[in-house]
């Protein structure tokens, strides 16, 4: 066998190019180490971009060449409706491969330059572009342009969920009316659609309806169906899940609470256990074991006597100066991504009995603060709202300080504002004194109710790379392991997703906090990826005035709607049935 090869030392910085790709097909890959490997990988993946830009630009080139003289070099001033047929048959593709990929190279090649740019720098991969190309479609060139020059920086950082997420958060700062317009737009064309499949199931969906609403809906389903679980149902969570999809919408729990539910949901399964319990099973009374049938445990688990731990809600972040009026940032829904300015102001007003958090930021958008407040707007109705909700009202120190100077002339959110400066005022002196609020007893077990709460807001999201989940529902892990003398302290706590857990005890990959809220992860190859602590509040830039009116909203004609179905297409005629034997009357059954 072969001794270990060695890469170029400056191959991550080497440029994509003929010398890169010369390099590359020089490598073989069974003779380097795994840090070795990885390099190569990251190589590999920049030539590629590179080489599909060129692809790209060859594409639009094919598109726009024109019938004529080849010396005349005759081209077209854009690609016409019949231009991807070439592409079609040159590359054996289908027609709709052709005009999608003709389609979104001639976007970059001439809407967005800078996209296509960064992929022949290897920089941005396809997805990422294509994600800039259909997510600023409905914005004028200028307003394009200027987004994707403030986030192509940033690729390096961004997967391609945090990527729309941020291109949505710009789309509506720089243009306060995109995302309503395109949520307006759908909501127009809301419906439910039952389809059946062609092995005999059906689906029934529902598209384009209100983010809040679904954002409950699907909150309180997998609430129930994990407390189920808990509780000691064995079948698949996917499968309770169903369950109550249907139980809600077919009339079965018509009447019930979440606990009759939950009731309903464990007699169901204990009688479809007595159902296929084996003979033996029965005689011995042997109850559930380790496995599927059993209460899922694991770190920091709360093991309530039913498992269920109240109901779940939505949870809404905003900042108090898009409340007040201020501007039209875009809220979040955690989970179900930004929501324009007006949608969040609506929603705050139907949220009364949620968890009120509130996040105070320092000059760089980072936490300096953070607790529960009490007081509500002046003149909110009392008791609306679910109590599994919660609010995350965002504000930089500096505003706050500003407007607690004026409360008088807040109106209706001076108690709130008053509030918060208070708690922040009593932080402040406590942390001069060297009392920090969030850190508790070092030594207990399980961090307790305000220090969760503190890394949920301070973490934002799983601390693993790339993850989404929610920091709410993520579990509460060491990065020292309590058991090897790590305390319970903030600077030694993080959310991972359950996933991202199990990589740090079972995958071989070791987690640091060098800082609070800075997580390094070290791969079983022995590289380093850095987790870095996000903002509350982020830089957005100003608004920029559109150049075109707005598309108008069509509503879609109902006049028919009586014939209409729930049904998206007819379901097939059944065969005919096969003729009956001629009839015997010895051979009915009762009552004859």
């Known amino acids: 066998m072969s001794g270990r090869q060695r890469i170029p030392e400056d191959l991550a910085d080497m440029a994509p190019g003929p010398e890169l790709a010369a390099v590359l097909a020089g490598i073989e890959l069974s003779r380097l180490s795994g840090f070795d490997a990885v390099e190569v990988l990251r190589a590999r993946y920049r030539q590629l971009n590179h080489d599909r830009a060129g692809l790209m630009a060859t594409m639009v080139e094919v598109g726009l060449c024109d019938i004529g003289p080849d010396d005349e070099l005759p081209r077209r001033a854009t690609p016409d409706e019949f231009a991807a047929d070439e592409v079609r048959a040159a590359l054996v593709f289908t027609r709709r491969a052709a005009e999608g990929q003709l389609w979104l190279a001639y976007d970059l090649c001439s809407r ?43 690729l390096g950082e961004l997967t391609t969920g945090a990527l729309i997420e941020a291109i949505k958060k710009a789309a509506i700062a720089i243009d306060p009316d995109w995302a309503r317009r395109r949520y307006e ?72 609470d979440d606990a009759t539910i939950l009731e309903l949901l464990l007699a169901n399964s204990a009688a479809a256990d007595t159902t296929a319990t084996t003979g033996t099973d029965a005689e011995t009374g042997a109850g559930p074991g380790p496995g599927a049938g059993a209460p899922a445990s694991g770190p920091d688990r709360d093991a309530s006597p039913c498992g269920a731990r109240g109901r779940a809600g939505i949870e809404l972040r905003v900042r108090i100066s898009t409340l007040l009026g201020a501007d039209r940032y875009p809220g979040e829904i955690v989970g179900w991504g930004p929501v324009h300015a007006e949608l969040a102001r609506d929603l705050i007003a139907t949220l009364d009995r949620a968890q009120w958090r509130f996040a105070i930021t320092d000059e760089h958008g980072q936490l300096a603060c953070a607790g529960i407040t009490r007081a509500r707007p002046a003149g909110t109705p009392p008791g ?75 973490d934002r999201r799983c601390i693993g790379l790339g993850c989404r989940a929610p920091a709410r529902g993520t579990d ?97 005629e059944p065969e005919p049935p096969p003729a009956p034997p001629p009839h015997d009357p010895d051979t009915d059954p009762p009552p004859f």
């Open 112 to 154: 967005l330059p800078a996209v296509h740019a960064a992929m022949t720098a290897g920089d941005c991969d396809e997805p990422r572009a294509r994600i800039f190309s259909e997510w600023t479609a409905d914005l004028s060139e200028q307003q394009a342009r200027a987004l994707c020059e403030a986030l192509l920086p940033r």
């Open 185 to 256: 737009q759908a909501l127009a064309d809301r419906k439910v659609v039952g389809r059946r499949n062609p092995d005999g199931s059906a689906n029934l969906s529902g598209y384009n309806l209100p983010v809040d609403r679904v954002a409950a809906a699907g909150e309180r389903i997998d609430a129930l169906a994990r407390a189920a679980k808990r509780g000691g149902d064995a079948r698949p969570i996917d499968h309770l899940r169903a369950e109550l999809f249907l139980g809600m919408t077919d009339g079965a729990y018509v009447g019930c």
């Open 384 to 458: 609306i709202g679910r109590s599994g909700d919660v609010v995350e009202l965002q504000i930089p120190a500096a505003l706050l300080d500003t407007l607690a100077g004026g409360a008088a002339d807040l109106g209706a959110w001076a108690p709130v504002v008053t509030d918060l400066a208070r708690q922040h005022t009593q932080h402040e002196q406590a942390t001069q004194a060297g009392a920090d609020p969030f850190t508790g007893d070092a030594d207990r077990r399980y961090p307790g109710a305000a220090q969760r709460r503190h890394l949920q807001i301070r």
């Open 476 to 572: 509460q892990d060491h990065t020292r392991d309590h058991q090897h003398g790590g305390p319970t302290l903030p600077a030694n706590l993080g959310g991972p997703c359950r996933h991202d857990h199990r990589l740090k005890h079972e995958g071989g990959w070791r987690l640091d906090q060098p800082a609070p809220g800075h997580f390094r992860w070290t791969s079983r190859l022995g590289h380093v990826y850095l987790r870095q602590l996000e903002p509350i509040i982020e830089p957005l830039p100003d608004p920029i005035p559109r150049d075109r009116d707005p598309y108008p909203v069509l509503t879609p004609d109902d006049r028919d709607w009586e014939g209409d179905h729930i049904l998206e297409h007819p379901p097939p």
